[in-house]
């Protein structure tokens, strides 16, 4: 478990994070999502006791980190952002050295070995220097050196970047399936990434947290709203008239071949029938006409504008 | 010994040995050395290494400051340290670790120079095993102050060409020291001969093992270790 309380970290006259607080229980997938500078990654850094708070409390486990930060770092796994790897070493012997500063030696390293191994798909690479690999296997091999000792929290600061698509999918379907029995805590500033990982979201901005709930829960709360989009071609100003007075919440504007008409309205006051037979019965044309849900993406940008 | 300072201690020494760092340091430290010490040597004609004595501290300057600026510079730059400082590690053990790497790489290269001993041994007569042993412990003793300067000055940058500057600055300063005091006042002459690197170097040198000596030389590693270790903890103060 990871509680937050007040946090609050100032690099000089900076406010990089300003106290916020949220608290996140075994079992969680969550997604720390926030525009670049926003206060993600000084976030995970106190997190993992690379820096101290300027003020606030961490729990992390019931270890304090003011006091404790020793015991938490031993049972959190860091995979820092953009990945820093020894590029001379083999990965063998990277691998063995992060095991053996986290006390695992022998039969047990071959164990632990062998999960990583077959869990990050490193298998052709256990044998070659780090600097050899290509990017998508330096983030695995980054990737089981913060897993090696199976801990029972991982924190990862930006896990996918710059990785291909389908490194991208083996990487999410990983993520999932350590988030059965870890709790996993993954930043981005990728979208597509967090919604289709994790099971909760929470948004940073400015150092303050924005937004906190499960993805659904988010999508309800700020994006309950359908946008038609609509192009018509006839209208005349009367019909225009009639069609304002159906439609309150219609924004028609008129371009140089046809209308552009845009209407939002709630999910379940679905329209489009509506605004169909009414083009019928005016003997209008309709040349496109289209739907917009929310995504993700509305929501971030919204929240962090 | 503790087990995160030998984990620490095997990585660092092995990297030195999969770059062509250590390679490229023992032989050309080795040629050096060599060179000066044999040039006098056949000349001279006394039964000793005086000349490799006085020849290797000044070897020194360069090398150590060299073989130290990677030890966290390199880190830094490279965002590794914020991998080492989450692992569970303590500051100084990460700090010995690599110190006594650096130390070990020294201790060889010293070993090295052993040669020159056995060149002695078949040509001269009369020699002061004695001598031989304080001169060989001050050549490390030194090589131990230079070295934990340097890992300090390697602790205060990212940029290892920076770190390797101020490294030889600092050493060089503590080489120079008794030999300035002309231009020192009196009154601060006795201090800055103190802490003078060679001062201490020439007594052992001489055959005498003066715990004063020693204190000397372990109080300023403990300084400059207790200094890296503070350099590490400074990014927490921020």
């Known amino acids: 478990m990871i509680e937050v309380k007040k946090l609050t970290k100032n690099y000089g006259d900076v406010k990089a994070v300003q106290s916020i607080d949220f608290k996140i229980n075994h079992g969680e997938v969550v997604g720390f999502l926030g525009a670049n500078g926003a206060g993600k990654s000084t976030t995970l850094k106190i997190l993992t006791g690379y820096l101290t708070p300027t003020s606030g409390d961490v729990v992390v486990d019931g270890y304090n980190i003011q006091n404790d930060f020793h015991e938490i770092k031993k049972i959190v796994g860091y995979l820092p952002e953009s990945n820093p790897l020894y590029h001379d070493m083999y990965v063998y012997d990277l691998l063995k050295f992060t095991a053996n500063i986290r006390n695992i030696f022998g039969s047990d390293f071959k164990n632990a070995l062998d999960m990583v191994v077959e869990q990050c798909g490193l298998k052709e690479v256990v044998h070659k220097r780090v600097g050899e690999c290509s990017k998508g296997f330096k983030q695995r091999v980054g990737l089981a050196c913060a897993m090696i000792h199976d801990p029972k929290i991982l924190i990862l600061d930006e896990p996918v970047t710059g990785l291909d698509p389908n490194q991208i999918i083996e990487i999410r379907q990983l993520i999932k399936k350590l988030g059965k029995e870890k709790l996993v805590l993954m930043s981005s500033h990728i979208l597509q990434e967090i919604e289709a990982t994790v099971s909760r979201i929470i948004i940073i901005d400015h150092g303050k947290i924005v937004a906190d709930g499960t993805t659904k829960k988010l999508m309800n709360q700020f994006m309950g709203n359908v946008k038609l989009s609509l192009e018509v071609v006839g209208f005349t100003d009367a019909k225009l008239t009639k069609f304002q007075d159906t439609f309150k919440k219609a924004k028609v504007k008129k371009l140089k071949d046809y209308y552009k008409v845009n209407i939002e309205y709630k999910k379940k006051d679905d329209m489009r029938l509506d605004v169909f037979n009414f083009i019928v019965k005016n003997k209008l044309s309709l040349l496109e006409m289209s739907t917009q849900t929310a995504n993700l993406e509305d929501i971030f940008r919204k929240l962090t504008k | ?238």
């Open chain 2, 1 to 238: 010994m503790n087990k995160n300072i030998l984990n620490i201690f095997k990585k660092e020494f092995n990297s030195y040995f999969t770059s062509p760092m250590a390679y490229i340091f023992l032989v050309v430290f080795a040629l050096v050395s060599g060179y000066f010490f044999s040039n006098t040597f056949f000349l001279i004609g006394q039964s000793d290494l005086r000349a490799l004595f006085n020849i290797v501290p000044m070897v020194y300057l360069f090398f150590i400051p060299a073989i130290t600026m990677g030890l966290i510079a390199k880190e830094k730059n490279l965002g590794t340290m914020e991998v080492m400082c989450t692992l569970p590690i303590k500051e100084y053990e990460l700090v010995l670790g690599k110190y006594l790497a650096a130390l070990s790489l020294l201790f060889i290269g010293l070993l090295f120079t052993v040669v020159h001993i056995i060149t002695l041994t078949n040509f001269g007569t009369n020699i002061d095993y004695g001598a031989l042993f304080t001169g060989y412990l001050g050549l490390f003793f030194a090589g131990a102050v230079y070295a934990a300067i340097g890992t300090f000055a390697s602790s205060l940058f990212d940029n290892q060409v920076v770190a390797f500057i101020i490294g030889v600055f600092i050493v060089l300063m503590f080489f120079l020291f008794d030999k300035l005091l002309i231009f020192v006042p009196s009154f601060m002459a006795g201090f800055i001969q103190y802490i003078s690197v060679d001062y201490h170097l020439s007594n052992i040198a001489r055959g005498v093992i003066d715990s004063r000596n020693i204190i000397y030389f372990f109080s300023i590693i403990g300084l400059f270790l207790f200094a890296t270790v503070q350099a590490l903890n400074s990014r927490k103060w921020k």
